[in-house]
């Protein structure tokens, strides 16, 4: 399966993006996808993820509330809504599927078998 990830940007802050995850090569069936996000010079860090049933999706505690997480399965697409962006929100998010995760691991980068290229997004302040 190979991700690609598109619909990042510049914005200024309190604005707004929708990024999306396509998959080829393959589909989504079965796999929980997540999107993570790593800013210049730290670590990659889980953004939010969702199970295959479309169940319960996960967020972090700093996009709680302000990005919503969704897939269409049947378009092997994965989609991030990005509400009300901060400076700190500034990075380069990836998109990335596994199997078998259980819920301690989904924030957890290894944990994910496949990995989009990333897309950058900037807010400015």
């Known amino acids: 399966v190979q991700l690609q990830a598109s619909g990042g940007g510049l914005v200024q802050a309190g604005g707004s993006l929708r990024l999306s995850c396509a998959a080829s090569g393959g589909t989504f069936s079965g796999y929980t996808l997540a999107w993570f996000r790593q800013a210049s010079g730290k670590e990659r860090e889980f953004v939010a993820g969702?199970?295959?049933?479309?169940?319960?999706?996960f967020y972090a505690d700093s996009v709680k509330g302000r990005f919503t997480i969704s897939r269409d399965n049947a378009k092997s697409t994965l989609y991030l809504q990005m509400n009300s962006l901060q400076p700190d929100d500034t990075a380069v998010y990836y998109c990335t599927a596994g199997r078998s995760i259980i819920l301690s691991n989904l924030g957890v980068p290894s944990s994910y078998s496949y990995w989009g290229q990333g897309t950058q997004v900037t807010v400015s302040s």
């Open positions: 969702i199970r295959w049933t479309n169940s319960n999706p």
